[in-house]
Nanobody
Framework: QVQLVESGGGLVQPGGSLRLSCAAS????????MGWYRQAPGKERELVAT???????NYADSVKGRFTISRDNAKNTVYLQMNSLKPEDTAVYYC??????????WGQGTQVTVSS
């Protein structure tokens, strides 16, 4: 069994920063692509950023220059550093991992609220 556990969400003022973490545990041989997605109320889930096992990254246009995705392969953990946060970044953030020989897994989500 594989489990993804996110942490680091919370309430922050506009212009502030947060760092999300997502740790994968269980029967894991290796992980290829890991990523962060978000879903705001009344909207569909959207891609925020992805990172391959080799470190290649991809970002949504709305977060380029403000968010940075990174990973620690030894810890099976992916991070999302979010700077210059805006109210429109408010959403539930989910991590996703492609676990080799196991398939795609999602975390339970962590709430990020940007408000003064």
């Amino acid at each position: 069994q594989v489990q993804l556990v996110e942490s680091g969400g919370g309430l922050v003022q506009p212009g502030g920063s947060l760092r999300l973490s997502c740790a994968a545990s269980g029967s894991i041989f290796s992980i290829s692509t890991m990523g962060w997605y978000r879903q705001a109320p009344g909207k569909e889930r959207e891609l925020v950023a992805t990172i391959t096992s080799g470190g290649n990254t991809n970002y949504a246009d709305s977060v380029k220059g403000r968010f940075t995705i990174s990973r620690d392969n030894a810890k099976n953990t992916v991070y999302l550093q979010m700077n210059s946060l805006k109210p429109e970044d408010t959403a539930v953030y989910y991590c996703k991992a492609n676990i080799i020989l196991r398939g795609l897994y999602w975390g339970q989500g962590t709430q990020v609220t940007v408000s003064s």
